[in-house]
């Protein structure tokens, strides 16, 4: 049995940010039970890997990472999760050094786990296809103490023909409306002044529940109750976006005027290849109806490109629709084939070099459309909330998600502040803070009417 009192625990992450929010949640649980949590480059008594499986290169550099801990420390114990752990622990359980393998739903155990953890190799991963309800994962811990991340929602039902995800995480399940509620006024009794909505597909949110409910819902009873005085929401797919959605963003003061909408491609028939339910035209009403509701809305997506068959010609029709959207910035994603996936076994794989010539085309249309986005806020006013200093800048984040650097002394950190955005920079964004006749005033003092 391991004497928790004495370990060392390196814990490093691959895909999501809700991986990236899991793997700080096992950190803070473990610290909490008296293991010492170290750097994944030092030398430590226990390794824990949380794996993603979205391609099959990620697979590998799960596979890397395992053989880097085991020379860093060749007696230490090793720890898999994650979602190559979920869907495919028989490539993992014969690999030198692993003593442990954690399912997706095992891994918020963890520390009872490395508490029993001894010299036999075990393997603990349920059907994840059989869970039926989320339990609530919340954080305590956070760098800047500004912004906290809330998991409402696990699992996905979509099946689009690329992903994985769903055979990783199960079917869609939701925290209840009480608990969620309850982790985001926690939050706030904490001192964050934002907590951030996340989700495998948050847009599915309530669906399963009795009755259902929506995502509409949570964000309307949290708004009521005056939980806190920003909300920001993730990702939520463009047929999840009403116009019920659209109208209650345009009205509220919580909830921050920010979407991440994957789109994946901008052009129809490989939307249909992918098993993606929207056209372009679709996408485009749901852009254009935002941009009139909140002309101040700052609106990401995702893009994959080289997806099996798409052609030249598809691939420029797809730019041209990028370029012609209201968007401020795109996530670029190379296709790479998973194994498992019905795009892996489609025809016409793209080569990997033009995949590249794509994406970086891509991610160039991208920088143009966010530095277009931010130079239209010079000389205007945004709430910033002042997380952190950088050298001889603050920085913060505004509602609209636009990282702002600013002057200031250190009393205006963890409050929000209104500034007048002076320029842009590349992606650098600088305002002054418009002074305030009582000093800076903590958000929690100051919250909004309800709608």
Do not use: W
């Not at 495919?88 to 918020?108: H, R, T, W, Y």
């Not at 994946?264 to 929207?278: E, I, T």
């Amino acid at each position: 049995m391991v004497n928790k009192q004495k370990q060392t625990v390196a814990i490093t992450t691959l895909g999501c940010k809700i991986n990236q929010f899991e793997s700080a949640a096992m950190a803070e649980t473990l610290g909490k039970e008296g293991f010492s949590i170290v750097p994944f480059d030092d030398a430590a008594d226990i390794y824990v890997i949380n794996t993603c499986t979205v391609t099959s290169k990620t697979d590998a550099e799960s596979r890397r990472l395992i053989r880097r801990a085991s020379r860093q420390n060749p007696s230490a114990k090793i720890v898999v999760t994650g979602c190559y752990a979920q869907v495919a622990f028989e490539e993992l359980q014969d690999m030198p050094g692993v003593n442990l393998i954690l399912g997706n739903s095992e891994k918020k155990g963890i520390a009872q786990m490395l508490s029993d953890l001894g010299d036999s190799r075990q393997v603990l991963v349920s059907d994840i296809a059989q869970e039926q309800h989320a339990r609530g994962t919340t954080l305590e811990t956070f760098a800047e103490h500004t912004r906290a991340f809330l998991q409402v929602q696990n699992g996905c039902d979509a099946f689009c023909s690329y992903c994985i995800v769903p055979y990783a995480r199960g079917r869609s399940r939701s925290v209840s409306l009480e608990e969620a509620l309850a982790g985001i006024g926690t939050f706030a009794e904490r001192g964050f002044k934002e907590v951030v909505l996340t989700g495998i597909h948050l847009g599915a949110y309530g669906l399963d529940l009795a009755p259902p409910l929506s995502l509409l819902d949570l964000l309307a009873a949290a708004e009521k109750e005056r939980l806190v005085g920003r909300l920001r929401i993730g990702s939520v797919e463009p047929t999840e976006v009403s116009d019920a959605l659209i109208s209650f963003l345009a009205k509220s003061a919580t909830v921050c005027p920010h979407l991440h909408i994957p789109l994946q491609s901008g052009h129809d028939r490989v939307l249909k290849a992918m098993n993606r339910n929207y056209s372009t035209a679709d996408f485009r009403t749901v852009m254009e109806k935002l941009d009139t509701a909140l002309p101040s809305i700052c609106i990401g997506t995702d893009i994959i490109t080289g997806f099996p068959g798409e052609t030249d010609d598809e691939f420029q029709d797809g730019y041209r629709f990028l370029e012609s959207l209201p968007l401020a910035y795109f996530h670029v994603f190379p296709f790479s084939p998973r194994s498992g996936t019905p795009a892996a076994t489609m025809e016409g794989h793209v080569h990997s070099s033009v995949i590249k010539e794509r994406a970086k085309a891509l991610r160039k249309l991208s920088e143009e459309k966010k530095k277009a986005y931010y130079r239209n806020f010079i000389g205007r006013e945004l709430q910033v909330l002042v997380q952190t200093r950088e050298g001889d800048l603050l920085k913060g984040l505004s509602r609209n998600y636009i990282p702002v650097f600013m002057e200031g002394d250190d009393d205006l950190l963890k409050t929000e502040q209104l500034v007048r955005i002076t320029g842009v920079e590349r992606e650098k964004v600088t305002g002054e803070v418009i002074p305030m006749v009582q000093g800076p005033t903590p958000l929690s003092a100051s919250l909004p009417s309800p709608l």
